[in-house]
């Protein structure tokens, strides 16, 4: 009976991964592998997932719940409010520079934590996951920065 739940709960823990954009082109099979690197964390609304000037060290997935992402001192205006599936913080997998931006909980919510560490150890173990992930990655980072600078380009068309 104890195999039955593990394997519902790895189930149940690879199917909400699944509804995550970072790990979309996965299988079920590799949901269930990069699981064993994931870590569940529960955070309480209002609580601080991590604050501006704190050393990144992982990416956080949203399985369940909203957060905001805050700039320093403007705590009160978020810049962004993400949901389940949303990611943030994937900065961390790359690097270790301090984090630009405050993510708290707006509601209790449950987020999957991959350390940059274990991120390694997946590249070294499974790497061809670890590359879709790194492309998901890299497409979602790439969409951001032709936003970043549309908006720039408007900006300095207006002014």
């Not at 996951?129 to 492309?135: D, F, G, Q």
Request: net charge negative.
């Amino acid at each position: 009976m104890q195999w039955f739940s593990r394997a519902s709960q790895i189930q149940k823990v690879s199917h909400r991964l699944a509804g995550a954009g970072l790990f979309c082109n996965l299988t079920e099979r590799e949901l269930k592998i990069v699981d064993g690197f994931v870590h569940d964390r529960q955070y309480l609304a209002g609580e601080v997932i991590f604050d501006a000037g704190e050393e990144g060290q992982a990416l956080y997935v949203i399985v369940s719940g909203k957060v905001a992402v805050c700039l320093p001192g403007k705590h009160e205006t978020p810049v962004a409010e993400l949901t389940t599936g949303d990611f943030f913080g994937e900065l961390g997998l790359l690097d270790s520079w301090p984090r630009s931006a405050q993510v708290r909980a707006l509601e209790t919510s449950e987020i999957a934590v991959l350390f940059r560490g274990d991120f390694e150890r997946l590249m070294e173990s499974h790497a061809q996951i670890a590359s879709k992930i790194a492309m998901q990655l890299a497409r979602h980072l790439g969409q951001r920065l032709r936003l970043m600078l549309a908006q720039t380009a408007e900006g300095n068309a207006q002014a």
